[in-house]
């Protein structure tokens, strides 16, 4: 899961569960509230009930109760004595009885009431909910029990409604803070996807690039100067590398051109005994391969550093058939057939010494690791809708499929009997896609039916 969606979670989790204990409490003391009128209610009219049967004697059966704010027929009233005889009763008793029903002071109950008998707010199934209230009082030293209760189905509507406005307004209220936590998130997370952005867009070609700093001293800002620190190592040591290898190679390439020299003048010398003579072509031969290998370490060191080209439009076909006729008098002698299918006047904006080098290693290689007999090699390409296409395929033995992602880097070998029987050097394909790179070009390599291996190639139109 993303950070911009945890954090969208976090804030959206903490804001529900806020709300949802603010509305709990809110709605609570909402409700607790008019409970607390109804019952002070109950306790007016009990009160003056007891006052006029103190006043005009418990016998008396009927009692003026127009001293009461509230009028007693709203109410189910009943006065009973201990052995149960009822001394004062409300006219609403005649529809529903509700004595006995709990031994609590206060409670709760429905009753069912026809609405043709008495209309008191009743639901549609005719239930009527009733606030009740026993009271125990003394007059003229007898005990009497006051059971007085009140409908209240109306305000149990009211409080149905709340709960359904305060379901309703937790529902939009979370839409609203999810939405709100996600552009929240997204804004706390932009400068680290700005970060990310950057740091993607900085690549071995533009080590020089650095994170701007922002104004704020906070950990984005640290963020940022310590990945700009290690942009800075990571410069200097690519830096550092590329001229130990350009340096290194150049250093090694006179003392090895000298010592070639010199074993070809002792070659020449007709007094040489046949085993010093063996030895010495053998010696010549692996400081030949070593003159190679520095030559394209040279190479590769000045594509690495160089990284602009000398672009002019380029006839890639011409080129090929340069580099073809080159290497006419090898394939001749290692009996490789050649089979150039690409087609007339391909032309692409390029820097020629650099893909004239390409076309070379690219015939190299697939005339080293051809078949030894009755090989063959295809060239093929041309435009196509995603660029200009350059197919050169040969004759071999297939690259196991776990080498195919590897034979581009660099001093990478399949099997040390084939470098060392052909003399690469493991450096040929990676200059070559060196070079490709630097044209915005991509290279591909991939087993094909008929013991074919095929190496495409494909540069931009724009290039």
């Known amino acids: 899961m993303k950070i911009r969606k945890k954090i969208t979670l976090w804030i959206s989790g903490t804001a529900l569960l806020s709300t949802i204990a603010f509305s709990s409490f809110i709605f609570f003391e909402l409700m607790e509230e008019p409970f607390r009128f109804i019952d002070k209610e109950l306790q007016l009219v009990t009160q003056a009930l007891v006052e006029q049967m103190k006043n005009s004697g418990i016998n008396k059966g009927r009692y003026d109760l127009s001293s009461v704010p509230y009028n007693p027929d709203h109410y189910w009233i009943k006065v009973t004595r201990p052995n149960g005889e009822t001394v004062y009763q409300s006219k609403m008793t005649r529809y529903t009885d509700i004595s006995d029903a709990s031994h609590k002071n206060k409670y709760m109950i429905e009753k069912t009431i026809s609405r043709s008998q008495i209309r008191l707010g009743?639901?549609?199934?005719?239930?009527?909910?009733?606030?009740?209230?026993?009271?125990?009082?003394?007059?003229?030293?007898?005990?009497?029990?006051?059971?007085?209760?009140?409908?209240?189905?109306?305000?149990?509507?009211?409080?149905?409604?709340?709960?359904?406005?305060?379901?309703?307004?937790?529902?939009?209220?979370?839409?609203?803070?999810?939405?709100?936590?996600?552009?929240?998130?997204?804004?706390?997370?932009?400068?680290?996807?700005?970060?990310?952005?950057?740091?993607?867009?900085?690549?071995?070609?533009?080590?020089?690039?650095?994170?701007?700093?922002?104004?704020?001293?906070?950990?984005?800002?640290?963020?940022?100067?310590?990945?700009?620190?290690?942009?800075?190592?990571?410069?200097?040591?690519?830096?550092?590398?590329?001229?130990?290898?350009?340096?290194?190679?150049?250093?090694?390439?006179?003392?090895?051109?000298?010592?070639?020299?010199?074993?070809?003048?002792?070659?020449?010398?007709?007094?040489?005994?046949?085993?010093?003579?063996?030895?010495?072509?053998?010696?010549?031969?692996?400081?030949?391969?070593?003159?190679?290998?520095?030559?394209?370490?040279?190479?590769?060191?000045?594509?690495?550093?160089?990284?602009?080209?000398?672009?002019?439009?380029?006839?890639?076909?011409?080129?090929?058939?340069?580099?073809?006729?080159?290497?006419?008098?090898?394939?001749?002698?290692?009996?490789?057939?050649?089979?150039?299918?690409?087609?007339?006047?391909?032309?692409?904006?390029?820097?020629?010494?650099?893909?004239?080098?390409?076309?070379?290693?690219?015939?190299?290689?697939?005339?080293r690791y051809n078949l030894e007999k009755n090989g063959r090699i295809i060239i093929d390409g041309g435009k196509t809708n995603d660029g200009i296409l350059l197919e050169i395929s040969n004759t071999g033995q297939p690259i196991p499929e776990q080498d195919l992602d590897f034979v581009f880097e660099q001093f990478y070998r399949v099997e040390k009997s084939r470098s060392t029987t052909h003399g690469g050097s493991g450096l040929g394909l990676a200059i070559a896609k060196k070079i490709v790179a630097l044209h915005d070009g991509k290279i591909q390599i991939t087993n094909e039916p008929g013991s074919m291996i095929k190496i495409a190639v494909v540069f931009p139109l724009s290039s």
Request: hydrophobic share 40%; aromatic share 4%.
């Open 122 to 367: 009743q639901d549609d199934n005719d239930d009527v909910l009733f606030r009740v209230m026993v009271t125990q009082a003394q007059i003229e030293n007898l005990p009497i029990v006051v059971r007085i209760a009140k409908p209240i189905e109306t305000l149990e509507e009211e409080l149905l409604d709340l709960v359904r406005d305060i379901i309703i307004s937790l529902t939009l209220c979370i839409l609203i803070i999810i939405v709100l936590s996600y552009q929240l998130a997204g804004k706390i997370l932009n400068p680290v996807v700005s970060i990310t952005h950057m740091v993607k867009d900085i690549s071995e070609k533009s080590l020089d690039k650095r994170i701007p700093l922002s104004r704020n001293k906070n950990e984005l800002n640290d963020l940022s100067i310590s990945l700009n620190k290690m942009f800075d190592r990571l410069q200097y040591s690519f830096k550092r590398q590329k001229e130990f290898i350009g340096n290194a190679s150049h250093e090694l390439k006179s003392p090895i051109t000298l010592l070639m020299l010199a074993q070809e003048e002792m070659l020449m010398n007709d007094n040489l005994s046949l085993p010093a003579s063996k030895g010495l072509m053998k010696q010549l031969n692996t400081t030949r391969r070593m003159s190679h290998l520095v030559k394209n370490l040279l190479d590769l060191s000045r594509l690495e550093q160089q990284e602009t080209l000398t672009c002019k439009p380029v006839n890639l076909t011409t080129l090929i058939k340069r580099v073809v006729n080159d290497y006419s008098e090898l394939l001749a002698a290692k009996n490789i057939r050649i089979c150039n299918e690409m087609a007339e006047d391909v032309s692409l904006q390029g820097d020629p010494e650099k893909l004239f080098r390409l076309l070379i290693n690219l015939i190299d290689n697939s005339i």
